[in-house]
């Protein structure tokens, strides 16, 4: 299936962003939320991505969807190494970075980070 096709048969919205298209899959009513409010939610986070380069590496702790792994890496190029445990967001989180043509870019890991070494629960 190419990306147009995938597209065409799920939800996403575009941000266009200085000439570059972000896109984000919106299977749910607050992915589309988020993504439409991107430059409202948390405009200091996007002033910080804007600084980066493509030499940079960000570490996304808590990815979620990747709202903000996927913004650095399709709009500045900066290699991202995004960190989300809860499974649903992660299947979105790796379909933004696919769609977004950026799997030589994001990579994507099931996990969260902690301070030690240790297998926990995940409270939602």
Known sequence: MTIPEYVAINPVA???????????????????WRAHRIY?????????????????VLFDNGANVGTYSIWA??????????FEPESQNYEILNKNI???????????Y??????SPRFSELNL
């Open 14 to 32: 575009v941000i266009n962003h200085g000439g570059v298209d972000v896109i984000y899959c919106t299977p749910t009513s607050p992915t589309k």
């Open 110 to 115: 099931c996990l969260a980070i902690s301070d």
């Open 98 to 108: 696919l769609v977004n043509g950026l799997t030589d870019r994001v990579t994507a």
């Open 73 to 82: 890496a399709k709009t500045r190029g900066t290699r991202v190494y995004a």
């Open 40 to 56: 409202v939610n948390e405009p200091n986070t996007l002033e910080w991505i804007a600084n980066f380069s493509a030499d940079d």
